[in-house]
């Protein structure tokens, strides 16, 4: 019996073994990844449907957070990438940080999309005059130095130096600045939920002592309204902390400042209300205006790339520049005037 199969698999084989070769060739060409990775036009996510205020106000328009798509460095992918307009080529190198691997990258990016919704929930309420009440910080691992001699992960949350509690990274600043060179620093840290004592050694730079890592505040609060952000597990990154900011702000207040457009935007947001420049507007515009967007909102340091796009595109769409969120605030009410 087994050896009527045995035989039946080798003719099989024999009468098919180039279309087999065809099919693990074509298979190895898309496993096989190179060290790159594609940028291409990404879309739209409509906050509106992310972000709940506890009886919030309703908007007849909507604030959508524009997004960059990615496809992996596959040989048959990175082919394409010569023949459709706006596939770009990355190297790995221009999107990690020197001795950071992607996945230490994507862990520090989960960290900054937290950073940038807890900076868009405070600026928000403080700008609609809702009850907002900081009540602590976190203080986490953003990043490690190749020249760091630690035993610290991207993520964790350092919470005593040397026996001093740390809130913020002036506070590991104050311990270590005092410190002789390759002196070790005991750190508390709370990793998976569970308090770890690590350590990290003293090293001398121009700009004092250091001990090769960087830290990434969050913050403790309680809201009244409640307000809840949902999110999937493959995002990730702060460039959507401006469009969040206003869509939060939009449920507290009772004008609608969408005034029923499509408002598609990007830029990232600090505790203070300043919008910083982001990665990929061009790949963010043309996603815009596939998305059927009425207006355009990038932060400042963004807007003249953002218009050579539109005049080489020839797209008809209002393209807002703004560098504090309250411009951005500001900019909406005149536009809707």
Request: charge should be negative; aromatic fraction near 8%.
């Amino acid at each position: 019996m087994f050896t009527k199969i045995y035989e039946k698999i080798k003719e099989f084989i024999k009468e098919n073994y180039k279309g087999l070769i065809a099919i693990v060739v074509v298979f190895l060409l898309f496993m096989i990844e190179l060290p790159y990775s594609i940028y291409t036009p990404g879309g739209a996510v409509d906050l509106n449907k992310r972000i709940s205020v506890n009886n919030g106000y309703e908007a007849e328009g909507s604030f959508n957070m524009a997004y960059v798509s990615m496809v992996r460095g596959s040989i048959p992918f990175l082919l394409l990438s010569y023949i459709i307009p706006d596939w770009d080529i990355v190297s790995s190198d221009e999107i990690t940080i020197e001795g950071e691997n992607m996945e230490e990258m994507l862990e520090r990016e989960k960290l900054y999309m937290q950073e940038s919704m807890d900076a868009a929930i405070i600026n928000a309420y403080r700008a609609a005059g809702a009850d907002l009440n900081i009540t602590g910080t976190i203080s986490e691992v953003s990043f490690i130095a190749e020249e760091a001699d630690t035993n610290l992960k991207i993520g964790d949350e350092i919470i005593r130096a040397n026996q001093v509690e740390i809130h913020s990274l002036d506070d590991l600043k104050k311990v270590i600045e005092g410190l002789d060179e390759k002196e070790k620093v005991r750190l508390d840290v709370i990793r998976d939920d569970e308090e770890k004592e690590c350590f990290a050694y003293t090293y001398k730079t121009d700009d004092g002592m250091k001990i090769g890592v960087s830290l990434l505040t969050t913050y403790e609060y309680t809201t009244a309204p409640e307000v809840s952000i949902t999110s999937k597990a493959s995002e990730a990154g702060s460039s959507g902390g401006l469009m969040m900011s206003l869509t939060i702000y939009n449920s507290l207040v009772p004008e609608d400042i969408t005034d029923g457009k499509k408002i598609v935007g990007t830029g990232t947001i600090d505790i203070d209300g300043n919008v910083g420049e982001i990665g990929g507007v061009k790949y963010k515009l043309i996603g815009a205006v596939k998305n059927d967007a009425d207006v355009f909102i990038c932060p400042e340091e963004n807007y003249e790339e953002a218009i050579e796009v539109a005049l080489d595109k020839d797209y008809d769409i209002p393209i807002i520049s703004v560098s504090t969120f309250l411009e951005a605030i500001e900019a909406l009410e005149e536009l809707n005037n």
